[in-house]
Each structure stands twice: as C-alpha cells, then as structure tokens.
C-alpha cells in the first residue's frame, strides 16, 4: 500500500485547524498577499514567509517591525531577512514589490514569528518523529533538537544546523519534572495532530512535527512534513528509540528489511 504524501503546508494546516483541541498549537497563519502582510505585521514583530509547497528550509524569509535604537525619532521600517543577508526597507510597499519579485508565481504563507528558545544564541527547534505502529496506532517515537547555523532563521541540516538529543537543549531551562511534564505534552500534540490528519489522509503512516517552544515554555506546531527523515534520530544516546523508529518504518513499507537507513 502506498503510504500518503502532502506536499501542501496550508492545506495541513487546514486540516489541523479542524481539531479545535489543536487550535491552541498553531501560529496564525494566512496565504501571502499584501493585506495580509500589512495586518500581521500590526499584531506581529515578526512574521516568517514560507513556500507552500517545499522541503529543507528552502526559500523562507523573515520580516519583522524595525526602528533605529540609536534615534528617538526614527521612523518605522520593516526588515526582511533571506539566509545571512537582511535590508531595511521604509516601506511596505516596497518590501512587497521584492518579496513579489523573489516569490514569482509560488503560492507561499504567512506565519506569526514565535519567539524560540536558544542554545548558545542560536535558536532551536524540535523535530517529533510520529509514526503507525504494527496494531494500527499512532506513537510519537522520537524527538530531536536543531540548533541553528549562526545567523540563520532556519535550523535544519541542509541550512547548516545542527542535531542534538532534546534533554541537552532544553535542560539548561527546565527541572526534571517540568522536562518530563512538557515532553508529555509533545508525545500527545503529535500522535493528536497525526490522528486528525489520518482522519482525512487514510493511507498517512509516519509524520514529522517541526515544534517550537516559546521563552513561556509553550508549544507551536511550525510545519508538518509526511516524508520526514528518519536518520537523525541515529544520533540519540538511546539506541533503542531508532531501532524502533526502524521497525515501525519496516511494518509499514517505509523501509526494507535490509535497509540501513
């Protein structure tokens, strides 16, 4: 059986929104337009451009409120950010005019700018691995942290991040007890958020959940990828986690018997 691929954010996103249980895990989220950009970046310092349909980072950019710290008078701009490069431009409407020059005829998203927990100055996501066990349910089998190249807005491999076990990342800001509350609370946001997927994508077995925990140790579904990378979970200290990632991935089709990946 074919296991289902989505390559749409929005049309995830919409899904997701759905399950009123889940609304509480989503940043505001629109289809780019002028409009749009000016309203959010009314109730927003920073909002992030992303394609609606593509993989590893590729293509998303940053916008946020800026002013002069040095200049009591200065006047409102707004920064845009691509990669390391960044400009300040005076108004929306020319910032528009780039982002519609760089955008071309791809349908991309605005997202509310969450303000991320960092490691070292470098901030950091949280990718969960979500797959269908052999009975049919779905587990959330693994968690790992990417810490961001310096100076980029995105934390995945292919944009210079780097991986590291969650336990490292987000023990310099929990106790044992609120660690173990919140990784809980990730455990059911991701087999909730696959559950409600399969509702409509029958044939869905495995999903990654980009998360972000915010300086209020609150969590944000960013993106939700139905062909995500198993491999990085190779790095956990706890071999068992992916020797299970494995053999889940092998009930389903992902993978073949004899495969090492």
């Known amino acids: 059986m074919t296991i289902q691929r989505v390559a ?15 609304t509480h895990y989503i940043p505001e989220t629109r289809k ?21 349909r593509g993989t590893y980072g590729i293509g998303v950019m940053s916008v946020e409120n800026w002013k002069d710290e040095l200049s009591s008078d ?4 707004f920064k845009f950010r691509h990669g390391i490069q960044s400009q300040v431009y005076p108004t929306i409407e020319e910032l528009h005019a780039v982002l519609v020059d760089k955008i071309g005829k791809r349908e991309y998203l605005i997202q509310k700018g969450i303000t991320m927990l960092t490691y070292r100055r470098r901030k950091f996501d949280i990718r969960a691995l979500v797959q269908k066990t052999p009975q049919g349910n779905w587990e959330t089998t693994g968690f790992i942290a990417r810490v961001a190249a310096p100076n ?20 310099f800001y929990l106790a044992p ?6 990784y809980k609370e990730m455990k059911l946001v991701g087999v909730q958020v696959a559950a409600q997927l399969n509702r409509k994508l029958p044939n869905l077995k495995e999903i990654g959940l980009d998360i972000a925990i915010d300086e209020q140790f609150h969590i944000w579904i960013l993106e939700v990828n139905t062909l995500p990378a198993l491999y990085p979970f190779k790095i956990l200290r706890d071999k068992t986690i992916y020797k299970k990632i494995r053999r889940y ?9 004899t495969s090492n990946q």
Do not use: C
Not at 74 to 77: A, E, L, M
Not at 152 to 171: S, V
Not at 177 to 182: H, M, S, T, V
């Open 74 to 77: 200065s006047p409102q701009q």
């Open 8 to 22: 749409s954010k929005w049309e995830k996103t919409r899904i997701i929104k759905q399950k009123e249980l889940l």
């Open 32 to 52: 780019y337009s002028l409009d749009h950009l000016k309203n959010m970046l009314l109730t927003h310092e920073i909002v992030y451009l992303k394609p609606d």
């Open 152 to 171: 980029k807005i995105i934390t995945n491999h292919h944009g210079g991040g780097t991986i590291q076990p969650i336990e490292d990342m987000l023990g």
């Open 177 to 182: 007890k609120e660690f173990a509350d919140l």
């Open 249 to 257: 991935a092998i009930a389903y089709g992902r993978l073949k018997a």
